[in-house]
């Protein structure tokens, strides 16, 4: 495994030194010098955080290690270039075509490939405890890069890094209550931990096209983290004791008996005094009856609870083509939170039908 690893890693130098040729030729050298060192860094910290790992490449603790690492791993370890060959545009200006559209492009394949290297892994029947670790990893360097790229473009509020840094500091905070005996519990498996770290990648995929603008990105920003920065809080609570687990268990029937279906109704009492301004419907431009049609049937899907996360996509996006010129009221704020909220955490209790729901928790080819 380990001459493979050195074999991705020369791989993985080789298409640096490719992209740096051509920023090179198409943009500024010294920028495209900038580039490389920068992604390079990173690319090296990826390639450290495999090796500290390699050991895990097996099915479970007592298990056989792998032969290879496999397709699985391969294209995880791929996620972790293309964040890197993102990161490699943080210090560069912007305003121009390529580092602005390029980092966009590496993060959003990266985003997808989040969902298909487990996919991979399991189809080819090599599912690790090393894949399962990198995945986690990659998410929270990810987590890191885009946000403060998407700060120094000014479409996400610099309070995003709070998530950022909440992983880390949940990770770091394990070893430091071990190494002074103090009590460590684990929190209760739960799937929406999975689910909500996904939307952030897909955030991000969106965020940093220049697509949408703000205040609207800087709200939805907020909107998106606050949930998992409070995932955070909570299981950080449990793990030193101060909560039960069954908190969580608790809070998360709440969520789904009473929280859920409350931002249904919520989103009606918003929406009427926002659809009252005739300009709410100015942005429908060219094929104004179908657009008017897509934009009714996305509130019914989250109304009837119908793949309500699919209608509050749509409803989200456009809203966010409303306020491209209109900074939001207070209300309008309210409208994108209560949006966001049943996008990440779903339409709850009294829902016909939540197949998007499973779609987002399973794990794809199990």
């Known amino acids: 495994m380990k001459h493979e690893l050195q074999a991705i890693a020369i791989i993985g130098y080789s298409i640096l030194v490719i992209g740096f040729g051509y920023?090179?030729?198409?943009?500024?050298?010294?920028?495209?010098?900038?580039?490389?060192?920068?992604?390079?860094?990173?690319?090296?910290?990826?390639?450290?955080?495999?090796?500290?790992?390699?050991?895990?490449?097996?099915?479970y603790a007592e298990a056989p290690l792998y032969k290879t690492l496999g397709w699985g791993n391969r294209l995880t370890i791929l996620r972790g270039l293309l964040i890197a060959m993102t990161g490699g545009f943080l210090l560069l200006p912007h305003g121009n075509e390529f580092n602005d559209l390029l980092p966009a492009l590496f993060y959003t394949i990266a985003a997808i490939l989040d969902r298909v290297d487990g996919f991979v892994a399991r189809k080819n029947k090599q599912v690790s405890l090393l894949g399962s670790e990198l995945d986690i990893t990659f998410d929270?360097?990810?987590?890191?890069?885009?946000?403060?790229?998407?700060?120094?473009?000014?479409?996400?509020?610099?309070?995003?890094?709070?998530?950022?840094?909440?992983?880390?500091?949940?990770?770091?905070?394990?070893?430091?209550?071990?190494?002074?005996?103090?009590?460590?519990?684990?929190?209760?498996?739960?799937p929406v931990r999975?689910?909500?770290?996904?939307?952030?990648?897909?955030?991000?995929?969106?965020?940093?096209?220049?697509?949408?603008?703000?205040?609207?990105?800087?709200?939805?920003?907020?909107?998106f983290m606050l949930p998992v920065l409070f995932g955070f809080i909570v299981d950080w609570w449990v793990v030193c004791g101060w909560l039960q687990p069954r908190?969580?268990?608790?809070?998360?029937?709440?969520?789904?008996?009473?929280?859920?279906?409350?931002?249904?109704?919520?989103?009606?009492?918003?929406?009427?005094?926002i659809a009252s301004n005739g300009d709410f419907f100015n942005v429908l431009g060219n094929f104004a009856g179908i657009k008017l049609f897509i934009l009714l049937a996305s509130l019914g899907l989250i109304l009837f609870g119908t793949a309500g996360r699919i209608g509050a996509?749509?409803?989200?996006?456009?809203?966010?083509?409303?306020?491209?010129?209109?900074?939001?009221?207070?209300?309008?704020?309210?409208?994108?939170?209560?949006?966001?909220?049943?996008?990440?955490?779903?339409?709850?209790?009294?829902?016909?039908?939540?197949?998007?729901?499973?779609?987002?928790?399973?794990?794809?080819?199990?």
């Open 194 to 223: 999975r689910t909500l770290a996904g939307f952030q990648m897909g955030l991000f995929a969106v965020v940093l096209w220049p697509v949408f603008n703000p205040p609207f990105t800087i709200i939805t920003g907020v909107a």
């Open 313 to 366: 996509m749509i409803l989200l996006l456009f809203v966010g083509l409303y306020f491209d010129n209109i900074a939001p009221t207070f209300l309008g704020a309210s409208l994108i939170f209560t949006i966001s909220w049943i996008l990440l955490l779903g339409t709850g209790r009294f829902s016909l039908w939540q197949w998007d729901d499973e779609w987002v928790k399973r794990y794809d080819g199990a």
């Open 140 to 190: 929270a360097f990810g987590l890191v890069i885009a946000p403060l790229l998407a700060i120094s473009l000014g479409r996400i509020d610099s309070s995003y890094l709070l998530l950022s840094a909440a992983y880390y500091i949940y990770r770091w905070g394990y070893p430091y209550r071990s190494q002074r005996g103090l009590p460590l519990f684990n929190p209760p498996s739960n």
């Open 247 to 273: 908190f969580v268990i608790n809070l998360d029937q709440l969520s789904y008996q009473y929280f859920q279906p409350c931002l249904r109704g919520l989103l009606v009492l918003l929406l009427i005094p």
């Open 23 to 59: 920023l090179f030729f198409t943009e500024d050298g010294v920028d495209a010098t900038r580039w490389l060192l920068q992604a390079s860094l990173l690319w090296e910290f990826v390639l450290w955080q495999i090796k500290l790992r390699l050991s895990l490449n097996r099915p």
